[in-house]
């Protein structure tokens, strides 16, 4: 199967391998390559090596290239140029990166992987609602392409979920349930207090700040509503392969 690909564009070598590094811990079948530094090790960007980068992230599906600051944007957008499918997105470097990336492991389409990213714009944890949205407290839609909370005619149905690894939804957690979530026709949602996060967000998730010995509010709707919450059981029932 054919992935999206990412490439991380910077000024810095390390911050570029940094990126990539959390990434490919959140998908790890995902091409994440990074761009970073001049081409003499000092602190730029260079334009041959992402171009090379991009080359190597095309697996056939497309590229979507982030940056961190003025001149890599301009580096990159002459990258994306001269290539046949690459999409450049003005996003937090390591949040979008992270977001796009679970995106592109549930086997998303370049828009919607580009999209993953471009949410996470102002949204230093993900996307996460407070209290009841439209009165629906538990199944609404957060974020990504059902970012409008919508009333939908299937019935809700939830569990509570307790959380016994030690750290709880913290990044390699929040990412397992996030493609797990994706690949199933369910609307999912999880409640910590009066925070509310799509079960598709891995940012969204993280944001919620559950940690071990909590309880999570996990509801869903749509045709596979059942098996998603079974599936979130699962995971947390074998501590998220901690």
């Keep these: 199967m054919s992935r999206v690909g990412l490439v991380v564009v910077s000024h810095s ?39 090379s980068a991009l080359e190597r992230a095309d697996d056939g599906a497309g590229v979507v290239l982030l940056y961190d600051l003025g001149s890599a944007r301009m580096v990159a ?11 450049l997105v003005d996003a937090p ?28 714009i102002g949204m230093p944890g993900g996307p996460v609602v407070t209290g009841e949205v439209d009165g629906l407290p538990g199944g609404v839609d957060i974020m990504g ?3 409008i909370a919508t009333a939908r005619p299937m019935a809700t149905v939830e569990v509570i979920v307790p959380l016994t690894n030690e750290i709880g939804l913290h990044a390699r957690p929040a990412a397992m349930v996030a493609r797990a ?11 910590f207090g009066d925070a509310i996060a799509d079960g598709r967000s891995v940012l969204a998730l993280m944001a919620l700040g559950a940690r071990g010995g909590d309880e999570v509010h996990v509801s869903a709707t749509g045709s ?19």
């Design 224 to 242: 596979q509503a059942d098996e998603a919450l079974r599936t979130f059981q699962d995971l947390a029932a074998r501590d998220f392969d901690e």
């Design 181 to 191: 979530m994706t690949g199933l026709d369910a609307r999912v949602t999880v409640r």
């Design 93 to 120: 470097l390591v949040e979008g990166t992270v977001a796009a990336a679970v995106a592109a492991q549930g086997g998303a389409d370049l828009d919607d992987v580009a999209h993953a990213a471009e949410e996470a």
């Design 77 to 87: 957008e002459m990258a994306v140029e001269m290539a046949d499918d690459a999409r």
């Design 145 to 147: 392409s059902q970012s």
């Design 13 to 51: 070598a390390g911050l570029a391998a940094g990126v990539v590094e959390v990434a490919a811990q959140m998908a790890p079948e995902v091409t994440v390559v990074p761009a970073g530094g001049t081409a003499d090790g000092g602190i730029g960007t260079d334009f041959e090596a992402v171009t």
